[in-house]
């Protein structure tokens, strides 16, 4: 069974940054598909952004130039650092592992942009 654990979120000023960290476990982690998603209160989960095993990457419109997400496959990790964080970017952040159609998702990391 895939383990995703998340971690790095925290409380953030506007304009600051964090990186969050996902730590893959017992999944061949070069073949599977790497993602960032996002759920705010009272919101639907969003997609934040996307890594492929070429590492080819996808951003929501929102998070353009602000957000990087990279992965490394010798660690099984993958990252998202945000920069320029405001406060439409608190949520909880939760990485997605997909590989030929099925996903697996880790718990979760708060990040709360407020001054």
């Known amino acids: 069974q895939v383990q995703l654990v998340e971690s790095g979120g925290g409380l953030v000023q506007p304009g600051g940054s964090l990186r969050l960290s996902c730590a893959a476990s017992r999944i061949i982690f070069s073949i599977y598909r790497m993602g960032w998603y996002r759920q705010a209160p009272e919101k639907q989960r969003e997609l934040v952004a996307t890594?492929?095993?070429?590492?080819?990457?996808n951003y929501a419109d929102s998070v353009k130039g602000r957000f990087t997400i990279s992965r490394d496959n010798a660690k099984n990790t993958v990252y998202l650092q945000m920069n320029s964080l405001q406060p439409e970017d608190t949520a909880v952040y939760y990485c997605n592992a997909e590989y030929n159609g099925r996903g697996s998702w880790g718990q979760g990391t708060q990040v709360t942009v407020s001054s």
């Open positions: 890594i492929t095993t070429p590492g080819r990457t």
